[in-house]
């Protein structure tokens, strides 16, 4: 099994390569009578589109949408949607150096020893290309959380960047999209771009850390033990391209604390019940309780570089690999809009779960029902 599916009740597979023809998503359970229109899909990929600045690589790609199928005067049918996106800027010349070599801290050498073959243009199903697939079903599934909680945000954004971090104290969730690199602190960027230029010209990458946060999700989505709503986020935020941990709320900071600390204290609202703090991250015992959903993660440094680095081929000789292509500094950049998609395709599969259990039934607290 290939394992290209992602989601239950919601769910999309991705399938296409760095340098085939097209790439795309099949999405299907997505509800009736949605608006949907391959202009509003082209709005999130446009964020993840590559050769929009500087920092990221310059390959040119449009990233123009279609929808084949799914969708009939403007609104959804019930059935499967068909997503596909050409690719129109592939230069496969340039990896003819490594269709035997392996390059280090990239995917080459585990794609060879699992199948035996694989496609070295750009990395094949292991770019982060595919992640382009994965923006044009979260659009999706976004079309879809418009209209069944229209309340509902998510915001994805860039913390840190190599030795940049974020100063929270200036955090500012209108200036990530006033920036190429999604960062909350306007008065920051130019600083951040000069430590960005200061890698390429080194011929280096470096990594990145982002958060997600969900405003407006209603309490009760998740269950447990085995679905639960903080391990279906970690899974996904997991699988983006070149994500090596996950942590949810305080993270991996909660082994510093206190009970008496990390505990959010509840009290009675007039709209329901009102937490003192979030160190949960928005989730309990796996089931969302209606704060902001906080999730972080960290991506390595991009592996394609020109830097000279030790490795082997195929017939198993030591050698010197240097990758040549076009290739982002900083992969973390441009995983934002896929971080975005990714928490709601999450959030729409657990409300629909949700409902398909308890019909949106909630326990009551005091005289009124908060749910």
């Not at 229109?37 to 390959?59: C, M, V, W």
């Not at 243009?121 to 079903?137: H, I, L, P």
């Not at 954004?157 to 200036?175: F, H, I, K, P, T």
């Not at 679905?227 to 909660?254: C, F, H, P, R, W």
Request: a neutral charge.
């Amino acid at each position: 099994m290939s394992f290209n599916t992602f989601g239950r009740l919601f769910r999309f597979t991705t399938w296409g390569e760095s340098h085939g023809p097209a790439l795309g998503a099949t999405v299907d359970g997505v509800p009736p009578g949605v608006p949907l229109d391959e202009a509003y899909i082209q709005r999130f990929l446009n964020r993840r589109r590559p050769g929009t600045s500087k920092h990221t690589t310059q390959r040119r790609e449009p990233d123009q949408v279609r929808i084949l199928s799914g969708v009939f005067e403007g609104v959804t049918t019930g059935t499967s949607i068909q997503l596909m996106i050409e690719n129109t800027d592939q230069r496969s010349k340039d990896y003819g150096d490594i269709a035997t070599s392996f390059r280090p801290g990239h995917a080459d050498i585990t794609y060879h020893l699992k199948y035996g073959v694989r496609d070295y243009r750009g990395g094949g199903r292991s770019s982060a290309r595919e992640t382009a697939a994965r923006v044009a079903a979260g659009a999706v599934a976004q079309a879809v959380l418009g209209a069944l909680v229209p309340q509902l945000r998510i915001t994805g954004y860039m913390v840190q960047m190599g030795e940049m971090r974020l100063d929270r104290a200036r955090l500012d969730l209108s200036a990530v999209d006033s920036n190429p690199f999604f960062l909350p602190d306007a008065e920051a960027v130019e600083a951040w771009s000069d430590y960005l230029d200061g890698i390429r010209k080194d011929q280096n990458s470096v990594g990145a850390a982002l958060e997600v946060c969900v405003q407006g999700c209603p309490p009760g989505l998740g269950a447990p033990v085995y679905a639960k709503l903080d391990t279906d986020l970690a899974a996904a935020m997991m699988s983006i391209n070149a994500v090596k941990a996950v942590e949810i709320g305080e993270g991996m900071a909660s082994a510093a604390l206190t009970g008496v600390a990390n505990a959010d204290e509840i009290r009675m609202g007039e709209a329901g019940p009102e937490y003192l703090s979030n160190h949960a991250g928005g989730i309990l015992g796996g089931i969302s309780t209606g704060q902001d959903i906080v999730v972080r993660f960290a991506i390595k440094p991009t592996s394609s570089i020109t830097t000279p680095r030790r490795s082997i081929n195929a017939r198993g000789e030591e050698i010197e690999v240097i990758t040549k292509g076009r290739h982002d500094p900083c992969v973390g950049i441009r995983a934002v809009p896929v971080a975005e998609a990714m928490a709601a395709c999450v959030i729409l599969d657990h409300l629909l779960m949700d409902r398909a259990q308890t019909g949106g039934v909630r326990g009551k607290i005091g005289n009124g029902q908060f749910g």
